[in-house]
């Protein structure tokens, strides 16, 4: 299995930066790419970025242009560089591995909240 832990979240002012560290560690051979998911209060949760399994990202209409979704291997660390934040990016962010034998998003960590203030 592999145990996912985020950090980074925190509160900051509109159009702010912030940036999430997600570490992998455990059966690391068994994922086949990581995401970012994000869930508001009363809300869903919704896909932020994730990377598809040839390590190309993707991102959100909402978040194109203002987030980066980036990797490093050497550390089983994945990032989410947040700029330009905004009130409605306020959220539990949660970091997710995709299972190479299902290939659904099937592992979680425990979520880091950001908090935009306007």
């Known amino acids: 299995q592999v145990q996912l832990v985020e950090s980074g979240g925190g509160l900051v002012q509109v159009g702010g930066s912030l940036r999430l560290s997600c570490a992998a560690s455990?059966?690391?051979?068994?994922?086949?790419?990581m995401a970012w998911y994000r869930q508001a209060p009363g809300k869903q949760r919704e896909l932020v970025a994730r990377f598809t399994p040839g390590g190309t990202p993707i991102y959100a209409d909402s978040v194109k242009g203002r987030f980066t979704i980036s990797r490093d291997n050497a550390k089983n660390t994945v990032y989410l560089q947040m700029n330009s934040l905004k009130p409605e990016d306020t959220a539990l962010y949660y970091c997710?591995?995709?299972?190479?034998?299902?290939?659904?998003?099937?592992?979680w960590g425990q979520g880091t909240q950001v908090t935009v203030s306007s």
């Open positions: 455990g059966s690391i051979f068994s994922t086949v790419a």
């Open positions: 997710s591995a995709r299972s190479r034998a299902t290939m659904a998003y099937d592992t």
